[in-house]
């Protein structure tokens, strides 16, 4: 059974950093890019950032780009998402996702609350 | 950046009528080396992460019951449910996958 689950998320004061973990079960995690996308509370879903099977290549939104990193760790069926320099907008629960090479995501974790207030 | 726009933000149905969601995208979503368009459809119910229901504009996933369908080319597509039933009471999602990704607003589809 396919399994994503995240963990990271909790209360950060502006300006903070936080990772976010994705940990991957049930299926060839080195044969799927990767990626993360968020909800801000009551709000629609925002696709944050990718990443190539391989690592190689990685893709992010505008109003990340810069402050966030995604990686992986193959060998851990894991992804990350390294965030800097946190934002009030950044409040969201983050779920991590696999990218099908269909252009959608069948797979999805429960999500993480990432919370951004002092 | 590809915006994509749902129309219209909420809609009350009565139960076993047809519910019809409208998504533009503001350039193509065809992927012309694989004669797609990548476009996918997804439900979301309170507490709960997304669940794929159409991918490829049209192709429903495996487990999704046929009372839905999308349809729909280029830059203007559709998600139709065809007898609305009480559990398909949630949200429902557009999101293209062309360089990067984008998903529609949302439209929530109630019973009236």
């Known amino acids: 059974e396919v399994h994503l689950v995240e963990s990271g998320g909790g209360l950060v004061q502006p300006g903070g950093s936080l990772r976010l973990s994705c940990a991957a079960s049930g299926f060839t995690f080195s044969d799927f890019w990767m990626s993360w996308v968020r909800q801000a509370p009551g709000r629609g879903l925002e696709w944050v950032a990718n990443?190539?099977?391989?690592?190689?290549?990685?893709t992010y939104v505008d109003s990340v780009r810069g402050r966030f990193t995604i990686s992986r760790d193959n060998s851990k069926n894991s992804v990350y998402l390294q965030m800097n320099s946190l934002r009030a907008e950044d409040t969201a629960v983050y779920y991590c996702a696999s990218d099908r090479p269909t252009g959608s995501y069948d797979r999805w974790g429960q999500g993480t609350l990432v919370t951004v207030s002092s | 950046e590809i915006v994509m726009t749902q129309s219209p933000d909420s809609l009350a149905v009565s139960l076993g009528e047809r519910a019809t969601i409208n998504c533009k995208s503001s350039q193509s979503v065809f992927h012309s080396p694989i004669n797609k368009n990548l476009l996918a459809w997804y439900q979301q119910k309170p507490g709960q992460p997304p669940k794929l229901l159409i991918y490829w504009a049209s192709t429903r996933e495996s487990g999704v019951p046929d009372r839905f369908s999308g349809s729909g080319s280029g830059t203007d597509f559709t998600l139709t449910i065809s007898s609305l039933q009480a559990e398909d009471v949630a949200v429902y999602y557009c999101?293209?996958?062309?360089?990067?990704?984008?998903f529609g607003q949302g439209t929530k589809v109630e019973i009236k």
């Open positions: 999101q293209h996958y062309l360089g990067t990704v984008t």
């Open positions: 990443i190539k099977e391989d690592g190689s290549a990685k």
